[in-house]
């Protein structure tokens, strides 16, 4: 069992940058793969990043490759998602989860999922 925790959010301006936490519990955080998704009102949750258990290979969605970037410290059994440039569209809850397979963009693939945290970007 993985218990997420994200933080991080907020409200923010266009071009301005957050940073997003997710702290799991337990000992075993090294042997997931851990993903970012966001579910924006009226919109059904979608694949924002992922990152293998070793860290070494992350995968984006198009609209944030080259503004988001992912990592983990498997020692503060915590990931993170970096995020430069936003836009009105990066409104949205932002919910990390976790996944026993090698890394996956599906959510219906992931084990354990924290509650979200909001972002918000003003115009």
């Known amino acids: 069992q993985v218990q997420l925790v994200e933080s991080g959010g907020g409200l923010v301006q266009a071009g301005g940058s957050l940073r997003l936490s997710c702290a799991a519990s337990?000992?075993?955080?090294?042997?997931?793969?851990m993903g970012w998704f966001r579910q924006a009102p009226g919109k059904e949750r979608e694949f924002v990043a992922a990152?293998?258990?070793?860290?070494?290979?992350?995968y984006y969605e198009d609209s944030v490759k080259g503004r988001f970037t992912i990592s983990r410290d498997n020692a503060k059994n915590t990931v993170y998602l970096q995020m430069n440039s936003l836009k009105p569209e990066d409104t949205a809850v932002y919910y990390c989860?976790?996944?026993?397979?090698?890394?996956?963009?599906?959510?219906?693939?992931?084990?354990?999922w924290g509650q979200g945290t909001q972002v918000t970007v003003s115009s």
């Open positions: 989860a976790a996944t026993h397979r090698y890394v996956s963009f599906v959510i219906r693939e992931y084990d354990y």
């Open positions: 337990g000992r075993t955080f090294s042997s997931y793969a």
């Open positions: 990152i293998s258990s070793s860290g070494d290979i992350p």
